[in-house]
Structures are given as structure tokens and as C-alpha cells.
């Protein structure tokens, strides 16, 4: 069988992926001429490059996902890089609906972020993601 660059590269996609069970075969993948688009990667990798930071030991990490700037507008990786629309984000204003309290802790799981839902239903939480950032090297045991 002669070498598919096609169903080579949906094989290397779904060894990524590494799906539970059978999701789709790389070769009904290439014969429904679904095409892994690669010509953006290195603008996408640049970005990716570029929101990351040195911090004080000289380490390359992550700045913040989402926090406030200076001034008060939504700043971070969620930003930068994925690009979320920063009029459906929440950072000070979250709804008391997107806290839980923990009694057996005594203790309150509150986000620091939400991204809203564009068209929220009746009922239904108004948010589609909710963030908590914790300091760099924190024990999340404690």
C-alpha cells in the first residue's frame, strides 16, 4: 500500500488525541477529504511563543489566564492567545449563581474568571467557563 500523507497526518492527529475507543478511522477521515489545515501553525505557535513570559528564576511560564490590567479591562492568555471576545468576560462582576460552597472544608470554591454564554437560556447559568488561578508553585493539596 503506497504511503497517504492524508491519513498519515489524521493518524498522527488522533495519537494525539488518544481517544477512548474508536472514534473515526484516519482513512474514512481522508476518503470524506477531511484536511488538517497546517497553514496557520507557525503564526499560531508564534502567538503561543509570545504569551509566554520569564518569571523572576528565569523560568519560561505562563502570565496570567485571566486578570484585570491596569486598567481594569480583562488582560492574559485567554486573551492573547485564544482570543475570547472581552465583552463576555467577567472578572470582578462574577454572578453568586458560579460560587459553591464547601461546608465540609468551610471553605467557598468562587472563580476568579467566567467567559458568558453570547445567548444564555432561560434557566440555565449564564456562563460557559468558569476559572479559578492560583499562584505559580502552589500546593493544590492545601
Known amino acids: 500500500m503506497a504511503f497517504d500523507p492524508v491519513v498519515a497526518a489524521h493518524k498522527q492527529w488522533l495519537g494525539y488525541l488518544q481517544p477512548n475507543g474508536l472514534v473515526v478511522a484516519p482513512q474514512v477521515l481522508a476518503d470524506k477529504q477531511v484536511i488538517i489545515d497546517r497553514t496557520g ?3 499560531l505557535q508564534t502567538g503561543f511563543l509570545e504569551a509566554l513570559r520569564q518569571d ?14 491596569l486598567d481594569g479591562k480583562p488582560k492574559g492568555l485567554a486573551l492573547e492567545f485564544l482570543d475570547w471576545p472581552k465583552d463576555l468576560i467577567d472578572i470582578d462582576a462574577i454572578d453568586a449563581s458560579a460560587c459553591a460552597a464547601l461546608p465540609e472544608l468551610d471553605a467557598e470554591l468562587r472563580p476568579t474568571a467566567a467567559l458568558r454564554h453570547p445567548k444564555p437560556a432561560d434557566g440555565n447559568s449564564p456562563y460557559v467557563l468558569l476559572t479559578k488561578e492560583i499562584g505559580h508553585g502552589k500546593d493544590l493539596d492545601k
Open 41 to 43: 501553525m507557525a503564526a
Open 56 to 69: 523572576d528564576d528565569g523560568e519560561t511560564t505562563f502570565g496570567p489566564f485571566l486578570a484585570p490590567g
